[in-house]
C-alpha cells in the first residue's frame, strides 16, 4: 500500500531543492567556473535526483511492480504501469547516472558539459514531480 506521507516528504526534498536551484542567481560561466557555485549546484542535484529514486522506489514496492537491481531500473517500471510516460522515465534513468557521477566522483567532472541543458534536467524533475502528484490524487480519488 502507498503510504502517502512517505511520498509526500520526498516530493517535499525534490521540490524544495528544485526551488533552491531555481533561486540561485548565476551565470553559465559561474557553473563552469565557480567551484562554491558547482559544489552547491551539485548537492541540490543530487538532492533532488535522490528525492525522485526514493519516490520510484517506494512506489515500485508498495504496488509490487517488480524488482528492480538498480536505481536505474525503477522508472522503467513506474513507466510500465502509467505512473510516468516512457520517454520521461528514459530520462531520468540518465539523471540517476549524472547522480552517480556526483555522488561517485566517477570521471572528472566536465561542468560545461554536464550542465549545458540544466534546464532540460529541471523540467524533467519537475515533470516527474507533477506526475507523482497526479498519481497520488488519482489515488486519493479511489
Known amino acids: 500500500m502507498v503510504d502517502k506521507?512517505?511520498?509526500?516528504?520526498?516530493?517535499?526534498?525534490?521540490?524544495?531543492?528544485?526551488?533552491?536551484?531555481?533561486?540561485?542567481?548565476?551565470?553559465?560561466?559561474?557553473?563552469t567556473g565557480d567551484e562554491d557555485v558547482q559544489d552547491l549546484l551539485d548537492r541540490r542535484m543530487q538532492k533532488a535526483i535522490e528525492a525522485c529514486i526514493d519516490i520510484a522506489a517506494h512506489l515500485v514496492?508498495?504496488?509490487?511492480?517488480?524488482?528492480?537491481?538498480?536505481?536505474?531500473?525503477?522508472?522503467?517500471?513506474?513507466?510500465?504501469?502509467?505512473?510516468?510516460?516512457?520517454?520521461?522515465s528514459q530520462r531520468l534513468e540518465k539523471a540517476v547516472g549524472f547522480r552517480n557521477i556526483l555522488v561517485h566522483d566517477y570521471t572528472e567532472l566536465d561542468y560545461r558539459l554536464a550542465y549545458s541543458d540544466l534546464e532540460d534536467k529541471l523540467k524533467d524533475l519537475e515533470s516527474f514531480a507533477k506526475s507523482i502528484h497526479q498519481f497520488i490524487e488519482s489515488l486519493e480519488e479511489k
Not at 7 to 12: A, F, G, H, M
Not at 63 to 86: M, N, Q, W, Y
Open 61 to 88: 514496492s508498495a504496488l509490487s511492480l517488480g524488482k528492480s537491481e538498480t536505481a536505474r531500473g525503477l522508472f522503467p517500471l513506474l513507466a510500465k504501469k502509467g505512473i510516468i510516460d516512457k520517454k520521461l
Open 5 to 31: 506521507n512517505i511520498v509526500y516528504k520526498y516530493l517535499s526534498s525534490l521540490e524544495e531543492n528544485l526551488r533552491r536551484i531555481r533561486r540561485m542567481d548565476f551565470t553559465f560561466d559561474m557553473i
